[in-house]
């Protein structure tokens, strides 16, 4: 735990602490919420600050405008970190809080990576937050719906801040080129296109970007003037060729992604290894890579292999639990396992086709005998009537319709021959014929 430290910057820091937005007019981006008349500068600006959750990707300023509530609020400001705040420590702040709320005096509490602390941790905040002891400010970059206790989420205020854009991020380099709290006293000649590449290679990320030019400047040519020239062979040897080919939000990002799951379904693992390559040493988010390989082990293996939803779900949570670099080596187990199971797109097939009648058939109302009736008004309208309970038959199966009476008939899953769908589809044809030989 750490109390104001945060917002205490050294002398010697990186260009990204020294450029750090003081107030809501140097801040970039997130107009939606920041911008005139909008909801969160109008809380800030007013002093009306109730618990709230920042959510959005790295380097779009969730603790930058914690940092800025700081400065602004007439409140004892506190913040946490997962890794070194126990049950312990919180308590003590929070009867701390307790006691100067008795004082009139208001405490918020900022919460950095608030997805990163257990359920215990939360739990400890929850009583104060009622109460209405801290206000709670929690910044994270993993959905608050999975990540935060519901009860907490529910007395939190989700604002949810939006990537940066290619212009926001040049204007926040062009202002660092030019304030003193930049290189504002130096002498830098880099060109409008080189700023560009540094804003596009970025990827919404301002953090990234001033790092990018913090290091090409320290190290750039220094001409006999005192100008430091930044050259395009500098340029290129800071960001690879193979980095600025991949845009995490453009058109090479989806053709990446596209050829790593063609190459899985085309049963080639040395593709699927090289696909998966190309984007991690580019820098993609192992997670989003995981979450497409789920998706995979669902719509072209599915009930072929049911392991490969396993592995595909563990890797997903081995990439969570050491990150990059060390995650590489799941994510190859993973897409060389998928590469290798038998295929079968026969569970997306059948879903595409159901969700062509639902939307067709939406008011089609359920069938009565498969209705539940808990109340006697219920049953008297017929609901559950002629009901058979599977579990009464010795074959575990019985000759009721489920499907409405438009729809029946029709099949939507059709198991293919390939790995364990041989076995669904004897079963799936004993079904039927005992279905037919027992109407």
């Known amino acids: 735990m750490e109390q104001s430290s945060l917002f205490d910057l050294p002398m010697n820091e990186p260009l990204a602490s020294r450029m750090r937005p003081r107030n809501l007019d140097e801040f ?24 709230m959750i920042f959510w959005g990707p790295p380097g779009v300023g969730k603790t930058t405008l914690a940092r800025i509530i700081a400065k602004c609020t007439k409140s004892e400001f506190i913040t946490f970190s997962a890794v070194t705040s126990g049950i312990k420590e919180i308590k003590k702040v929070m009867e701390d809080a307790d006691s100067n709320k008795k004082l009139g005096i208001r405490t918020i509490v900022f919460v950095d990576e608030i997805h990163r602390f257990n359920k215990a941790q939360q739990d400890a905040f929850l009583p104060f937050v009622e109460k209405g002891s801290i206000v709670l400010i929690g910044a994270t970059t993993e959905n608050p719906s999975f990540e935060v206790n519901n009860a907490l989420l529910s007395r939190c205020r989700v604002f ?11 204007m926040l380099l062009k202002r660092a080129i030019k304030d003193d709290r930049g290189f504002g006293k130096e002498k830098i000649d ?17 953090r990234v970007a001033l790092t990018t030019l913090d290091m090409l400047i320290i190290n750039g040519n220094i001409l006999e003037d005192g100008t430091i020239k930044i050259t395009d062979e500098m340029l290129e040897e800071c960001l690879t060729k193979k980095t600025l080919l991949y845009d995490k939000n453009g058109e090479e990002h989806y053709n990446i992604i596209s050829a790593l799951h063609k190459s899985m379904r085309n049963s080639d693992p040395d593709a699927a290894v090289y696909w998966l390559a190309r984007m991690l040493e580019a820098g993609e988010d192992p997670i989003y890579i995981a979450r497409r390989i789920t998706r995979f082990a669902s719509e072209d293996i599915g009930l072929a292999d049911t392991n490969a939803l396993n592995v595909a779900i563990n890797v997903y949570h081995a990439c969570h639990f050491i990150g990059m670099p060390e995650c590489n080596v799941h994510l190859t187990e993973a897409v060389i396992y998928m590469s290798l199971a038998p295929k079968s797109n026969a569970c997306d097939v059948a879903y595409r086709l159901a969700s062509i009648d639902a939307k067709k058939m939406i008011a089609d109302p359920v069938p009565l005998v ?19 309970y599977a579990h009464d038959s010795q074959d575990k199966l019985t000759t009721m319709e489920c ?27 004993q079904i039927k014929k005992w279905k037919a030989s027992h109407k």
Do not use: C, W
């Open 190 to 206: 880099i060109s409008e296109d080189s700023l560009n590449v540094i804003a596009k290679f970025a990827n919404g990320d301002a």
């Open 160 to 170: 949810v801040l939006k990537e940066l854009s290619s212009e926001d991020i040049l």
């Open 403 to 429: 499907l409405p009476p438009s729809l029946i008939g029709k099949a939507y899953y059709q198991p293919g021959k390939q790995g364990n769908e041989i076995r669904f589809k004897e079963r799936l044809e």
């Open 370 to 388: 498969i209705r539940n009736a808990p109340t006697k008004l219920m049953k008297e309208l017929g609901y559950g009537k002629g009901y058979q």
């Open 28 to 51: 970039a981006g997130q107009q939606h919420l920041i911008g005139d008349n909008k909801i969160l500068r109008r809380m800030i600006e007013s002093d009306n600050i109730s618990s």
